[in-house]
């Protein structure tokens, strides 16, 4: 744990420099748009220990992986997001002396990441070696309005020097990955240009050809006003920009105004590239500071009116669980389907920045619940266009028939991983897509996605369940052996029963699918089983499975076995570890941890919440007193399931306990390990836990159902829900409930199992 930043309700604030937090702070203090994303580094020169970290989604590498023994279904490649050529330097001389905050003397420094309007600011005093002191003021975004635009103002005050101060505006190709194998260099820097007004660095991957271009435009103040000053041309081999500066006396001020294009052959062609940055910055230069900020500004205040949580009496909570939100819309909005969500945000290399099953688990809810329904729909698309490739996994370990099994963890939909445990173990995953079909039709009504893509996947994943299970003579019943389920402390398990449910759910689903398109569009359907060469026979297999698949019973307490082995483990409660030995993935052996009976995240608790309608109070109560105390919680998923089951039957302190630990999972560094970057799975858990958690919200029978439980710290919380179009918002007293009809037709809703009738635009009061 490693809490050292102030409580305020829309900012995040760090008082005082303190260089061994430099790497944390630049995980947490890291802004993005959606479409590109930087950490928090100095803009100006820094030789203290830094990770420099800029990053473009959909833009990664494939690593080459020394596999000398050549195992039959491994992955020859490690892709990777890259960091890309660093378009925020801004370096900074008083006369010789080149600012930098390891060796200067600072003081009064603060850091403020301003959630509201999505802008990130420091200032400080600074004092050289030969004692010239200036006062600092740096500021900068990345439009949420324009986003392949950034802008940084940077603005220096003399305290006490006369002389020249001089500014270096650039972009730098001499990068590296923090996370490389054979520090491999992933760029060829095709151009560096600088003319009077703009300069640009044009880059392209050394595999993959993807193609970069950065450019900028700068203006220059002196008290402010606009100094028309010749620059010095900056043009080296991987680096561009401007060198410009002026003389100031004692209590001057000068401000250098930096204007960004960021673009990339995701989106232009690489004959317009340069041209098309280069017009962008000055465009953007000609729009001004204001403007720009303005418009970006603009799209952050309706981000908030629609999915802000507003917790009372408790700011740690609403300071966390709004740097979560805001954090989740940087790294995806859902605006390009071609993009999936990056578990370690634009925040470093953390997981390299590739799809996993998480976001099937736990970040499809959220975008649900907070953007249109073409976000969500996108996230299906980007897994219903690697199809093919699930396929062509699933072939190369053996599966026929066009049985299907999704990457472990992707950019392009090919596996990007070599351990077993995850690439053949986790085949969990496979399910977790199933659910996220069912779970998008059911929050939108929006079933034509079943017939446009979603039964097609469907019946592959139920091919891949068909032929992954083996019949047991001795137990009589279908077999799932050697997995790794949800809790990934545990693997090659035979049994793990989230993995045999989620296998026996999926079949279920995709018969009922299978009748539902027929009645849909029998044309299509019709066509889509001559396609694929299905018959009717193969359903009759799937209902035999469903029907007797084994899963494994704690004869002890009559709790649901996690997997065939579990009650074979060294038993220990995460309660019995020493703080020293905290985490035990950074302290213990991966054998010891195999061994123990300790749980990274939930497991039987996941499904337990995925498919609570199956499973009653007391059942979900007696499996979470057995199994939350062997939990370690050591993914950033944990804290927030957790919590919300326990709201959910009735352990409130030990749900406002959990959910503290899950929104500010990242901000009080829990996991010790953020300097690598954030937790964004973890995020969309926290908003759970407040949404489906204390909130109590379900979907039944196509309406929406809520069972509000109010902590005892809190007076009240609300938050805005999108559902089937419309905008809902709940804000939930001790006493009551007030529910507005924002946007949409008349819609019911269910509060504590009574229907009420709230009609468009209108807001109803209701007794709890």
């Avoid at 990777?80 to 001389?93: C, F, H, M």
């Avoid at 790794?484 to 999926?506: K, L, M, Q, S």
């Amino acid at each position: 744990m490693n809490k050292y930043l102030q409580y305020d309700p829309w900012s995040i604030i760090e008082e005082g420099f303190q260089e061994n937090k430099q790497l944390a702070s630049e995980s947490i203090f890291s802004i993005g748009n959606g479409q590109i994303g930087q950490r928090a580094n100095f803009e100006e020169f820094y030789s203290g220990e830094t990770q420099l970290g800029s990053y473009i989604g959909g833009i990664y590498f494939p690593e080459n992986i020394a596999n000398l023994n050549k195992k039959i279904g491994y992955s020859s490649n490690s892709e990777k997001i890259i960091n890309a050529p660093n378009w925020s330097v801004i370096n900074v001389r008083l006369n010789d002396e080149k600012l930098d905050l390891a060796t200067w003397d600072v003081k009064n420094f603060r850091r403020v990441l301003n959630m509201r309007e999505g802008i990130l600011e420091r200032t400080f005093e600074a004092t050289s070696f030969k004692g010239h002191r200036i006062q600092v003021n740096v500021k900068r975004f990345l439009s949420m309005a324009e986003t392949e635009v950034g802008a940084i103002s940077f603005t220096i005050k003399s305290l006490n020097f006369e002389g020249r101060i001089s500014f270096q505006p650039l972009i730098d190709g001499e990068i590296i990955n923090q996370n490389t194998i054979y520090n491999e260099t992933f760029w060829n820097i095709l151009q560096t240009k600088t003319e009077q007004d703009v300069s640009f660095l044009w880059a392209q991957t050394r595999k993959k050809d993807f193609h970069f271009c950065a450019a900028l435009s700068y203006v220059l103040y002196k008290n402010n006003e606009l100094l028309n000053i010749n620059p010095t041309k900056i043009e080296k081999e991987k680096v561009a920009g401007f060198s410009v500066g002026t003389d100031v006396k004692i209590g001057e001020t000068v401000c250098l105004n930096k204007y960004i294009a960021i673009t990339s052959s995701l989106k232009h062609s690489r004959e317009e590239l340069t041209e098309y940055a280069c017009n962008l910055s000055l465009a953007s230069q000609k729009k001004g500071w204001n403007q720009l900020f303005g418009e970006h500004t603009a799209v952050w205040h309706k981000i908030w009116s629609e999915m802000d949580i507003m917790i009372d009496s408790d700011l740690a909570a609403q300071q966390a669980i709004r740097y979560n939100i805001f954090q989740l819309i940087q790294t995806y909005n859902g605006n390009d389907e071609k993009q999936n969500i990056n578990p370690g945000v634009f925040s470093g290399e953390k997981l390299n920045g590739l799809t996993r099953w998480d976001t099937e688990a736990v970040c499809i809810p959220f975008y649900l619940g907070n953007l249109n329904q073409n976000t969500a729909r996108n996230l299906l698309t980007f897994r219903f266009k690697h199809l093919s490739k699930a396929i062509q996994n699933a072939a190369i370990l053996g599966f026929e028939n066009g049985a299907a099994l999704f990457p472990a963890a992707t950019f392009n939909g090919k596996e990007s991983i070599n351990e077993w445990e995850k690439s053949f173990g986790e085949i969990h995953r496979n399910g977790l897509i199933a659910y996220s079909i069912f779970d998008y039709i059911r929050y939108t009504g929006d079933e034509n996605y079943l017939v446009e893509c979603g039964l097609q996947e469907l019946i592959a994943i139920a091919r891949f369940w068909k032929q992954r299970v083996n019949f047991s003579e001795e137990k009589n019943q279908f077999v799932i052996c050697g997995v790794a389920g949800p809790n990934n402390y545990e693997c090659n398990v035979n049994n793990n029963w989230f993995t045999n449910h989620i296998a026996v759910w999926t079949l279920k689903f995709t018969i009922e699918c299978i009748e539902k398109v027929k009645k849909l569009d029998n044309e299509k359907f019709e066509a889509l089983m001559h396609e694929i060469n299905f018959s009717d026979d193969e359903t009759f297999a799937w209902k035999n499975i469903a029907e007797n698949m084994y899963f494994p019973v704690n004869n002890n307490n009559g709790t649901i076995l996690q997997q065939d082995g579990f009650l074979d483990k060294f038993k220990i409660k995460a309660s019995e570890i020493p703080e020293s030995q905290l985490p035990v993935s950074m302290h213990w052996t991966r054998d010891r941890i195999l061994r123990s009976s300790l749980i990274k995240q939930p497991d039987v608790l996941l499904g337990m919440f995925l498919f609570e309608d199956n499973f009653d109070k007391e059942t979900i109560s007696r499996n979470y007193d057995y199994y939350e105390p062997f939990t370690v919680h050591e993914s950033a998923i944990s804290y927030g399931i957790h919590s919300l089951i326990a709201s959910r039957i009735g352990k409130e302190q030990n749900a406002m306990e959990l959910f503290l630990k899950s929104c500010r999972y990242d901000l009080d560094d829990l996991s010790c390990d953020v300097a690598e970057g954030l937790h964004v799975t973890g995020m969309a858990a926290s908003w759970m836990a407040v949404v489906h958690g204390f909130g109590g919200m379900q979907i039944k029978n196509d309406q929406l159902y809520f069972t509000p439980r109010i902590p005892v710290e809190w007076n009240a919380f609300s938050f805005t829900i999108h559902f089937r179009l419309n905008v809902l918002n709940f804000h939930f007293e001790k006493e009551k409930a007030i529910v507005q009809n924002v946007k949409g037709s008349d819609i019911f809703v269910n509060i504590n199992n009574k229907p009420f009738n709230i009609l468009s635009g209108n807001l109803l009061e209701i007794k709890l």
